[in-house]
């Protein structure tokens, strides 16, 4: 009668009657307090304090996407904190490419890693940063004994004298003649 073959019924009592459509609510937190905090702050344009508090309760794609319509300052110092919060290896790339800070990049990435670094470079710097970085970079790596590389970056800064130097360097090291 109202059952249906098998045991199987969709909730309504017969298969004449259409499924009620239910929603995906098992990430929505609807009604809570932070919740509240969230949309009240967005409905007045504090778009700032939408993401303290979507910070504050661990909603980081959250605060993200409010970030963004708040405007770039807003969206750079929330992922600058959302960076901070997670401290992964490439977040210094990506901090280096939000800030434009590639000379940190170039003070603190791991020597033995001084090729991925160069690409970085490579690809986000402009011709303005391009030599001072490739020297600073050569640099921390001729005082690590890396000549080679060191001549190979000090070949992209355009800086001959030292390339040649740290070349000649990496020559002797390897038992072979300079003359």
């Excluded at 960076?83 to 990506?94: E, H, Q, W």
């Excluded at 740290?166 to 390897?174: E, K, N, T, V």
Aim: negative net charge.
């Amino acid at each position: 009668a109202g059952g249906a073959a098998g045991g199987l019924s969709n909730g309504g009592g017969s298969f004449s009657e259409p499924a009620t459509p239910m929603a995906d609510t098992s990430y929505v937190q609807e009604g809570t307090e932070r919740e509240d905090d969230i949309q009240k702050a967005i409905f007045v344009g504090n778009y700032e304090g939408a993401v303290d508090t979507c910070l504050k309760v661990g909603r980081l794609a959250d605060a993200l996407l409010v970030a963004n319509i708040g405007g770039p300052e807003l969206f750079k110092r929330t992922m600058q904190r959302y960076m901070r919060r997670n401290p992964r290896p490439y977040m210094a790339v990506i901090s280096a490419m939000v800030d434009g800070d590639y000379m940190s990049l170039v003070k603190t990435r791991p020597v033995a890693q001084w090729r991925e670094t160069l690409a970085v470079l490579a690809t986000y710097t402009g011709p303005d940063q391009w030599a001072g970085l490739c020297d600073a970079l050569a640099g921390r790596l001729g005082q690590t004994g890396m000549a080679h590389a060191a001549s190979l970056c000090y070949i992209c800064a355009g800086n001959v004298d030292q390339a040649v130097a740290y070349w000649s360097m990496g020559l002797r090291a390897s038992g072979g003649s300079v003359e």
